[in-house]
């Protein structure tokens, strides 16, 4: 089945820098990868994704960029601030009939004001 | 808010007793999955309904079941309870069965076994 490896574990910036957060994974038909960011306490919500026929998707702070090659993709985030601290998990999807994710194990990330 | 419901928010039980979890999905959508969420474990997939059938299995033990009902609400019944399976459960839906459907997650029902 899918293996999905997160990097780092956690994550300390100062506001306004750039964080970004890598995830590998093993299945080459893995096809769909989405972001999801979860508060303390909170579910889990889907901030960005990307489909393997793109090679990078932007919205407005974030961005996701995929290596297909190299089975891995990587979640950009700049401009950090403070309440962009939060658990982020990245996620692969391969799509045999159905189509279920494969999380990362999460990357706590703290941004200090 | 996902538009997607789970209750209840917090349940405290015993050892060896069983639980049902229950999720409402957004509506429109036919698929619902549940995932099991532990500080050590992160998110892990347990199982996946469409449209009332079972579509795929992740890590659930043979202590938990689920269904999908008629309405499309589905449950998740965790038996046989041991202290290690207190987490939070989630559950999420999305509109389509295949390829890359975003998946909307539930505010979650946090277990405590005692």
């Known amino acids: 089945g899918e293996n999905v490896e997160q990097h780092p574990s956690t994550l300390s910036v100062q506001e306004g820098d750039s964080a970004v957060i890598k995830c590998t994974y093993s299945d080459s038909a893995s096809n769909y990868f989405p972001w999801y960011k979860q508060e303390l306490g909170k579910r889990p919500q889907l901030i960005i994704d990307?489909?393997?026929?793109?090679g990078e998707k932007k919205d407005q702070r974030i961005a996701v960029t995929l290596n297909k090659t190299a089975k891995h993709f990587s979640l950009h985030i700049t401009e950090t601030q403070p309440e962009d601290s939060a658990v982020y998990f990245c996620?692969?999807?391969?799509?045999?009939?159905?189509?279920?994710?494969?999380f990362g194990k999460g990357t706590m990330l703290l941004v200090s004001p | 808010d996902s538009g997607v419901t789970q209750t209840p928010k917090h349940l405290i039980t015993a050892t060896g007793q069983r639980v049902t979890l229950r999720c409402s999905p957004r509506s429109g959508d036919l698929s619902v999955y549940w995932y099991q969420q532990s500080l050590d474990q992160g998110l892990q997939f347990l199982i996946q309904y469409y449209n009332g059938e079972e579509r795929a299995k992740g890590n659930i033990l043979e202590r938990f079941s689920a269904q999908q009902f008629p309405d499309l609400h589905s449950e998740l019944n965790l038996s046989s309870l041991e202290l290690g399976d207190s987490a939070l459960y989630f559950c999420?839906?999305?509109?389509?069965?295949?390829?890359?459907?975003?998946?909307?997650f539930g505010p979650g029902t946090r277990l405590t076994v005692t």
């Open positions: 996620a692969a999807s391969t799509y045999s009939g159905y189509s279920t994710l494969t």
């Open positions: 990307i489909r393997s026929n793109v």
């Open positions: 999420a839906s999305s509109a389509a069965l295949g390829q890359g459907g975003e998946q909307y």
